[in-house]
């Protein structure tokens, strides 16, 4: 069974603040993908990675960055934390062929007050 | 339909009945995900249909793809309480990075 592991799984931050949402997988996929959620709406791609050491921005990049420093973990920064940026967060992972199925981490709620 | 403007969709049902949700998109994608949601999780893939095929089954899951009209649709069959969930269709649009574009989705309630 795939594995896809986000921490934390719940966080508050304060308008401003620095937050960072990590994400780790023990599938040996390539590809890994940064999603939010919000109330009522589908999954918009934020960033996505296809190899350690290097991110591409997905369809809403603004206001976040990601480091992939190893094929396992990936995370995704918020440097000055909005209150629009509050959401679930989900990271997932893929093989690297195409068309294939991304396995979702169980998300990360993100509270910004 | 869970694309475009749409709000996310609802749908009630009860158990033993069949039920269809349908997607709509509006670029060429190579195949169509259903991934289904349980509430406090992330995504799981339940179903996944390409551009060459018009039919795919999976037990109680049947899901239609019509490329020429750009659409998808995900039946289940006689639904049972434990179908409740939220449902979203995903297009790749053929990126070569497995990138996803996701509907807004239908939540779908069974009721005994």
């Known amino acids: 069974e795939a594995a896809v592991t986000q921490s934390p799984r719940s966080k508050v931050a304060v308008t401003g603040g620095k937050v960072t949402l990590s994400c780790h997988q023990t599938n040996n996929h390539d590809y890994m993908y940064w999603y939010r959620q919000d109330t009522g709406h589908g999954l918009r791609l934020i960033h996505y990675s296809y190899v350690a050491d290097s991110t591409e921005k997905g369809d809403i990049p603004d206001g976040y960055k990601a480091s992939r420093p190893s094929q396992e973990n990936f995370s995704l920064i918020l440097e000055l934390a909005s209150l629009s940026q509050t959401a679930v967060y989900f990271c997932?992972?893929?093989?690297?062929?195409?068309?294939?199925?991304?396995?979702f981490g169980p998300g990360t709620r993100l509270l910004v007050l | 339909s869970q694309w475009g403007e749409e709000n996310l969709q609802a749908l009630s049902i009860q158990e033993g009945e069949d039920v269809t949700m349908n997607c709509s998109y509006k670029?060429?994608?190579?195949?169509v995900h259903w991934y289904r949601q349980d509430s406090g999780r992330g995504p799981a893939l339940i179903i996944l249909?390409?551009?060459?095929?018009r039919e795919k089954r999976s037990g109680r899951l049947r899901a239609t793809l019509d490329t020429s009209s750009q659409s998808s649709s995900l039946s289940i069959t006689a639904a049972q309480c434990e179908d409740t969930a939220v449902y979203f269709c995903a297009t790749d649009h053929d990126s070569g990075y497995n990138k996803l574009t996701f509907g807004k989705g239908t939540v779908l309630l069974v009721s005994p």
């Open positions: 249909i390409r551009s060459n095929e």
């Open positions: 997932a992972s893929s093989v690297k062929n195409n068309q294939d199925t991304q396995y």
């Open positions: 670029t060429y994608t190579t195949v």
